[in-house]
RNA sequence: GGUUCGGUAGCUCAGUUGGAUAGAGCAUCAGCCUUCUAAGCUGAGGGUCAUUGGUUCGAAUCCAAUCCGGAUCACCA
């Protein structure tokens, strides 16, 4: 019965006992078992509702023999049980919980399954080269680190990727605007981060873009032609070109300030504890697709227009057609994700591919998805969105013209700063020196906004009040501290709070057995997520983990410990994240 | 309009393959405490699970319709 979690032991007893009994068979979807609601005595418990009708028993007296029956012969696992209507109520024993504890709090691999031997590949973070990362990036990002992690936990062999967006128009926008406005300034000069230098430049563009388009309009010129004649965006449309013939000092100035960008992701990637075992740039995939596109001729799945266009016609699986390659014979959005897509799968031989990417690309991925299907490209029915939807502020929607938006390294260091400034206050640190102090503040900082980005339904949109969210109330200290940190090593406190106690009775304690019976769940819950690429569903489970350790934390021991041991502790946990 | 996702406490959100009296945090109120008057402790109030109908022993959960909100329906990416 090892490595079975306590419901499956509990299905498969119950599941003998019932044939036992009834000299019929049964399997663990003729009943329920689930963990008993506080309010009522025991563990675990049988819904016994479904097999009254097939039995011919009332509820209570099922529940009475099944009861019997299973204390009978499993008098180690369950020590009573209780029957209230059709709730068969079991606990389990306290030597069965300790056993438990004890097999597991040195297993380093606890709650994590063996090698399955899939390779799965996450995409996720996708950047843009004209502008820093901002709050809704960070939701990207956890989400893809966290279903990664979890695919990983869960036995798979994961490959992070990220597609860096760096050409094409609002590329060239930024460009044009440092060429005419910066004077030769760089990051280094204005002593300004990367990616928020190149922003400014953008943001620079946009403004007077407004200007030129307003003189013009001041004309009487129509708003949609005053947009495409403004003299500033006939330079960014003329560099797009200059791009892409390959202007030597087009492609200077391109590759000199992508550079600056790149330097300043890298230091938000690394605080925030994102990486990619492999990055792809748009520069050079937008061309792929091409071959895709002869080869849909060829079988049949595209058709050519009268003007040379090609489409996909999708009407009969309810959508519309769609082209694949302008009439000019250059190449469209779709048409490199479905270049980008085969090259994964030739290059990695995946057998499942992840995009998290936000619900305003519902109708594109479910194309992409339909398009490789018909290409028979391998596993296309293996492409997964893992769709997501915006993170609006109190204020409403984050808007980047209106400069509404949230950007990250603000955000962070603005949790970052609360965290400290309560820590400070709780005066819980005096004996922490400089170096473990920045590190404790930047776990329990980033550890909130994770909490409050992650549990969140993916799909569902979410609104973030800074002001709020920003939350060191009560247990939720603890609890940020524990957020990220290895279950294992909880578990491993716990096993040492029972075994090592100096009381001579092997009774657990309320707490404590509640507390085990929360960590059993771990990796039925890891698994859970994994089925279902839902992170939310483990930042929910590890607040209520959180919230019963919180409760062991301060009631027990560990409160009373003296202070370096109290400091050792708190050093542990920071260094777990 | 078509497609699609959502609607649960004052706010932000959980709610497992349909199960017991629908939960948490914040906010509110009462009590505890006070040299710096608390990101603390105990407790309380707060719900037509958008609406209506259906399925059944049993519905926030499944089905249908309606209302409200978001996203999308480009030779943009």
Same mark, same amino acid.
């Given at each position: 019965?090892?490595?079975?979690?306590?419901?499956?032991?509990?299905?498969?007893?119950?599941?003998?006992?019932?044939?036992?009994?009834?000299?019929?068979?049964?399997?663990? $979807?003729?009943?329920?078992?689930?963990?008993?609601?506080?309010?009522?005595?025991?563990?675990?418990?049988?819904?016994?509702?479904?097999?009254?009708?097939?039995?011919?028993?009332?509820?209570?007296?099922?529940?009475?023999?099944?009861?019997?029956?299973?204390?009978?012969? +499993?008098?180690?696992?369950?020590?009573?049980?209780? !029957?209230?209507?059709?709730?068969?109520?079991?606990?389990?024993?306290?030597? +069965?919980?300790?056993?438990?504890?004890?097999?597991?709090?040195?297993?380093?691999?606890?709650?994590?399954?063996?090698?399955?031997?899939?390779?799965?590949?996450?995409?996720?973070?996708?950047?843009?080269?004209?502008?820093?990362?901002?709050?809704?990036?960070?939701?990207?990002?956890?989400?893809?680190?966290?279903?990664?992690?979890?695919?990983?936990?869960?036995?798979?062999?994961?490959?992070?990727?990220?597609?860096?967006?760096?050409?094409?128009? +609002?590329?060239?926008?930024?460009?044009?605007?440092?060429?005419?406005?910066?004077?030769?300034?760089?990051?280094?000069?204005?002593?300004?981060?990367?990616?928020?230098?190149?922003?400014?430049?953008?943001?620079?563009?946009?403004?007077?873009?407004?200007?030129?388009?307003?003189?013009?309009?001041?004309?009487?010129?129509?708003?949609?032609?005053?947009?495409?004649?403004?003299?500033?965006?006939?330079?960014?449309?003329?560099?797009?070109?200059?791009?892409?013939?390959?202007?030597?000092?087009?492609?200077?100035?391109?590759?000199?300030?992508?550079?600056?960008?790149?330097?300043?992701?890298?230091?938000?990637?690394?605080?925030?504890?994102?990486?990619?075992?492999?990055?792809?740039?748009?520069?050079?995939?937008?061309?792929?697709?091409?071959?895709?596109?002869?080869?849909?001729?060829?079988?049949?799945?595209?058709? $050519?227009?009268?003007?040379?266009?090609?489409?996909?016609?999708?009407?009969?699986?309810?959508?519309?057609?769609?082209?694949?390659?302008?009439?000019?014979?250059?190449?469209?959005?779709?048409?490199?994700?479905?270049?980008?897509?085969?090259?994964?799968?030739?290059?990695?031989?995946?057998? $499942?591919?992840?995009?998290?990417?936000?619900?305003?690309?519902?109708?594109?991925?479910?194309?992409?998805?339909?398009?490789?299907? $018909?290409?028979?490209?391998?596993?296309?029915?293996?492409?997964?969105?893992?769709?997501?939807?915006?993170?609006?502020?109190?204020?409403?929607?984050?808007?980047?013209?209106?400069?509404?938006?949230?950007?990250?390294?603000?955000?962070?260091?603005?949790?970052?700063?609360t965290?400290?400034?309560h820590?400070?206050?709780l005066?819980?640190?005096?004996?922490?020196?400089?170096?473990?102090?920045?590190?404790?503040?930047?776990?329990?900082?980033?550890?909130a906004?994770?909490?409050?980005?992650?549990?969140?339904?993916?799909?569902?949109?979410? !609104?973030?009040?800074?002001?709020e969210s920003i939350d060191f109330h009560g247990f939720t200290g603890p609890f940020v501290?524990?957020?990220?940190?290895?279950?294992?090593?909880?578990?491993?406190?716990?096993?040492?709070?029972?075994?090592?106690?100096?009381?001579?009775?092997?009774?657990?304690?309320?707490?404590?057995?509640?507390?085990?019976?929360?960590?059993?769940?771990?990796?039925?819950?890891?698994?859970?997520?994994?089925?279902?690429?839902?992170?939310?569903? !483990?930042?929910?489970?590890?607040?209520?983990?959180?919230k019963?350790?919180n409760?062991?934390?301060?009631?027990?021991?560990?409160?009373?410990?003296?202070?370096?041991?109290?400091?050792?502790?708190?050093?542990?946990?920071?260094?777990?994240?």
């Open positions: 019965m090892k490595g079975m979690t306590i419901i499956q032991m509990l299905q498969k007893a119950a599941i003998e006992s019932l044939q036992s009994l009834y000299n019929q068979p049964f399997t663990e $979807k003729d009943f329920q078992v689930s963990q008993t609601k506080p309010e009522f005595e025991g563990n675990y418990t049988v819904v016994l509702f479904s097999l009254t009708k097939s039995l011919k028993k009332s509820p209570e007296a099922l529940g009475k023999e099944l009861g019997d029956e299973l204390i009978k012969n +499993h008098s180690h696992i369950f020590s009573k049980y209780n !029957v209230i209507k059709g709730f068969l109520n079991l606990t389990i024993t306290d030597d +069965h919980l300790l056993d438990l504890l004890n097999r597991n709090y040195n297993d380093v691999c606890f709650g994590k399954h063996k090698i399955n031997g899939k390779k799965i590949m996450v995409e996720y973070s996708s950047p843009n080269t004209n502008k820093p990362i901002h709050l809704g990036h960070l939701r990207n990002n956890f989400l893809g680190w966290s279903v990664a992690e979890i695919l990983k936990a869960n036995g798979y062999d994961v490959i992070k990727s990220c597609i860096v967006n760096d050409r094409g128009i +609002h590329i060239c926008k930024s460009m044009i605007a440092w060429q005419k406005f910066a004077n030769g300034a760089t990051p280094q000069t204005t002593n300004t981060k990367g990616d928020h230098f190149v922003g400014e430049y953008y943001v620079k563009f946009n403004g007077e873009l407004k200007k030129e388009v307003d003189e013009l309009k001041n004309k009487g010129t129509d708003e949609e032609v005053a947009e495409k004649q403004a003299p500033i965006m006939q330079q960014a449309q003329a560099m797009l070109l200059d791009w892409e013939e390959g202007k030597p000092e087009v492609i200077d100035l391109w590759k000199k300030m992508n550079g600056w960008v790149y330097e300043g992701f890298d230091v938000t990637y690394k605080r925030i504890g994102s990486y990619f075992d492999i990055t792809y740039y748009e520069s050079n995939t937008y061309l792929l697709g091409k071959d895709i596109v002869k080869e849909g001729l060829a079988k049949g799945v595209f058709f $050519k227009e009268e003007d040379g266009s090609i489409w996909i016609d999708l009407t009969e699986d309810g959508l519309d057609k769609k082209i694949v390659q302008r009439r000019d014979g250059t190449s469209v959005y779709i048409t490199q994700d479905i270049g980008l897509a085969k090259q994964k799968y030739e290059e990695y031989k995946i057998d $499942k591919s992840i995009y998290v990417i936000g619900d305003e690309q519902n109708y594109h991925m479910k194309v992409l998805k339909l398009i490789a299907e $018909k290409l028979d490209l391998p596993n296309a029915k293996n492409i997964y969105h893992l769709s997501y939807g915006m993170v609006e502020l109190p204020s409403g929607k984050m808007k980047s013209r209106e400069g509404t938006v949230v950007d990250a390294d603000e955000i962070i260091d603005e949790m970052i700063s965290a400290k400034h820590t400070e206050e005066g819980k640190v005096k004996d922490f020196n400089e170096h473990e102090l920045d590190d404790l503040y930047e776990t329990l900082g980033l550890g906004m994770k909490f409050y980005l992650l549990r969140v339904d993916p799909k569902k949109r979410m !609104v973030f009040n800074p002001e501290q524990y957020t990220y940190a290895r279950i294992q090593s909880v578990l491993r406190k716990v096993g040492q709070q029972s075994t090592v106690d100096s009381r001579q009775s092997t009774e657990l304690l309320p707490l404590e057995k509640e507390l085990i019976l929360t960590l059993e769940q771990y990796s039925s819950i890891i698994e859970q997520a994994a089925n279902e690429l839902n992170p939310s569903v !483990v930042a929910n489970y590890v607040f209520d983990l959180a019963t350790f409760s062991f934390y301060t009631e027990h021991s560990i409160a009373n410990a003296d202070s370096e041991e109290k400091k050792q502790l708190r050093l542990q946990i920071a260094s777990m994240t």
